[in-house]
């Protein structure tokens, strides 16, 4: 299967001198699920950013099915139009990219963007509402939603637009454990219709969980390996070395043991 996404060489820094990403080399292949891990700073999103041309990097080349990505080839209308249909980037914090009245607006805007007719954005709206389980929230105000509602009214407004590729920013950050789990199972869903998801983590448990091809970036800003999800989660010395694995020392009574502690979002005995 051909690669959908492809880095090469990627540099980027932030102001010119504050490295955010050094020799960036990976490929996603069409209908992968592929996870970028690595400690808070490491550069995780970043990267995403990069992938979604939200920003450019300094030197490197970015691909969307063999085609460079550039601000130049985005200036096309035709490429430019095509880059943001395939592409859905649902971010850490809901809020940066909830702004609509309401819920069903929020739903709208996207496929309106796209140049659907407003008969067929509102199909899309209702269905992806009815899909979602969300369908009680269509009239209600955006800062009325608690942070599990919007989580999922965000990625609603990005399944309206039927992208090809999802970029997920820390997929389970600051859930409740009832939504970790319907997202897990939705990430799982998606996957298996056929969508390329690419996420950041730094929690193992999730990738456990999904099982996905995994590049680890050190806080070195650089890519240490990448590897299956058995790979990487069996290699203690390597997570260890980007601190995602640290050794935690407890006593009992006048013992001393030590064991080593992961990033798992439920604490693995």
Do not use: W
Request: glycine residues 6%; hydrophobic residues 40%.
């Amino acid at each position: 299967m051909e690669d959908i996404i492809s880095l090469k060489n990627i540099d980027y820094s932030y102001f010119s001198k504050i490295p955010a990403l050094r020799n960036i080399n990976l490929s996603v292949k069409k209908g992968e699920m592929f996870s970028v891990i690595g400690l808070n700073g490491s550069g995780k999103s970043t990267l995403l950013h990069i992938i979604n041309a939200l920003i450019f990097p300094d030197s490197g080349e970015v691909l969307l099915d063999q085609n460079p990505v550039t601000e130049k080839s985005l200036r096309d209308k035709n490429f430019g139009v095509q880059f943001r249909q395939r592409m859905g980037y649902i971010f850490q914090n809901p809020d940066i990219q909830l702004f609509c009245p309401t819920v069903f607006d929020e739903l709208l805007f996207g496929p309106l963007q796209l140049n659907l007719s407003l008969d067929e954005a509102m199909e899309r709206a209702e269905q992806t509402l009815s899909y979602l389980g969300i369908g009680y929230l269509r009239e209600r105000p955006v800062y009325m939603l608690s942070g599990g509602e919007k989580k999922r009214v965000a990625i609603a407004s990005v399944l309206t637009m039927n992208p090809d590729i999802l970029l997920i920013d820390e997929p389970l950050s600051s859930l409740d454990p009832r939504t970790q789990t319907f997202f897990i199972e939705l990430l799982l869903e998606l996957n298996h219709a056929g969508k390329t998801i690419i996420f950041t983590t730094h929690q193992l448990d999730l990738i456990e969980h999904l099982q996905p091809r995994v590049a680890v970036l050190s806080d070195e800003h650089t890519i240490r390996k990448i590897g299956t999800a058995s790979d990487i989660l069996g290699d203690e010395e390597l997570l260890i070395n980007v601190n995602l694995v640290h050794e935690h020392v407890h006593k009992h009574g006048n013992e001393e043991h030590k064991h080593y502690h992961s990033h798992y979002v439920f604490h693995k005995h």
